[in-house]
Every structure is written in C-alpha cells, then in structure tokens.
C-alpha cells in the first residue's frame, strides 16, 4: 500500500502504477557511547526496496517534532544487497554538548541516569513525486 501526501493533491494508487516493491525491513541497532565512536553512536540497518529513501530524526514523546542537526546528525549509506533489495545504514551523530539542553534529553526515575528519546523514521520515495510512501 503506497500512502502520498501532496499538500492539497491527492493520488489514487489505481490512477499510477508504482515501480518496483517498497519494503522497509529494520534488521538491527548498535549503540555504542565511547571515545572510537564519537560521531556514530547509534547505527541503524534495514533492508529496503532498492528505491530512493529519507529518514528523519523526530522527539520520541509523540514522533512529530523534528530533532535539529545541531543535536543529532545523522548520515545514510545504501549498498546493493541484490537486484530489488539493497541494506541501509543510518548512522546518528548524538551531539553531546547539546542533547542536554534539548527536548530529547530524559533522566530515569532515580535521576541517576538519563537517556535520549527519539524517533527514527524511513520511508521510501517516488523520485517523481518526492514524497513518501
């Protein structure tokens, strides 16, 4: 099923045929915080469609308020894993200095320890239409 939003236009999908599959498949996290992984604590995998994506870093609270770059960075590698799949690695930046003073930013219950609350989201896109499905 292939969702679009247009601002006010909409697409009937039996109106245009989509190219290809569209799968997202999460496959892993690695989350490392130590001095060798200074800008690349958090990696996400996926196996997606060999399509065009886009990921966007979103506060965990309600996933609707996007996370600045100055507070978490972020860099997407795609690799071809065969003729309609290929693996995407999402590598996230988590800026120490700032994380802090952000929205994302939570201490546990006995404030001994805190933790970052985000939403990673990725979805595949239509080069033609630029936007998600």
Same mark, same amino acid.
């Given at each position: 099923?292939a969702c679009y939003?247009?601002?006010?236009?909409?697409?009937?999908?039996?109106?245009?045929?989509?190219?290809?599959?569209?799968?997202?498949?999460?496959?892993?996290?690695?989350?490392?915080?130590?001095?060798?992984?200074?800008?690349?604590?958090?990696?996400?995998?996926?196996?997606?469609? !060999? $399509?065009?994506?886009?990921?966007? =870093?979103?506060?965990?609270?309600?996933? *609707?308020? +996007?996370?600045? @770059?100055? #507070?978490?960075?972020?860099?997407?590698?795609?690799?071809?894993?065969?003729?309609?799949?290929?693996?995407?690695?999402?590598?996230?930046?988590?800026?120490? !200095? $700032?994380?802090?003073?952000?929205? =994302?930013?939570?201490f546990n219950a006995? *404030?001994? +320890?805190?933790? @970052?609350? #985000?939403?990673?989201?990725?979805?595949?896109?239509?080069?033609?239409?630029?936007?998600?499905?």
């Amino acid at each position: 099923m292939a969702c679009y939003a247009l601002g006010d236009e909409s697409i009937n999908n039996s109106d245009r045929q989509l190219g290809g599959e569209w799968d997202i498949r999460y496959q892993s996290m690695a989350v490392n915080f130590d001095d060798e992984h200074l800008e690349s604590e958090v990696v996400l995998s996926y196996t997606i469609s !060999d $399509q065009e994506s886009q990921v966007t =870093i979103y506060e965990g609270d309600h996933c *609707n308020v +996007t996370v600045p @770059v100055n #507070v978490i960075g972020m860099q997407k590698t795609y690799s071809i894993v065969n003729s309609t799949h290929g693996g995407l690695n999402v590598t996230l930046d988590i800026r120490q !200095d $700032q994380v802090f003073l952000s929205d =994302i930013w939570a201490f546990n219950a006995d *404030n001994s +320890t805190g933790y @970052v609350d #985000v939403c990673v989201r990725v979805d595949l896109v239509e080069p033609t239409l630029g936007n998600s499905s």
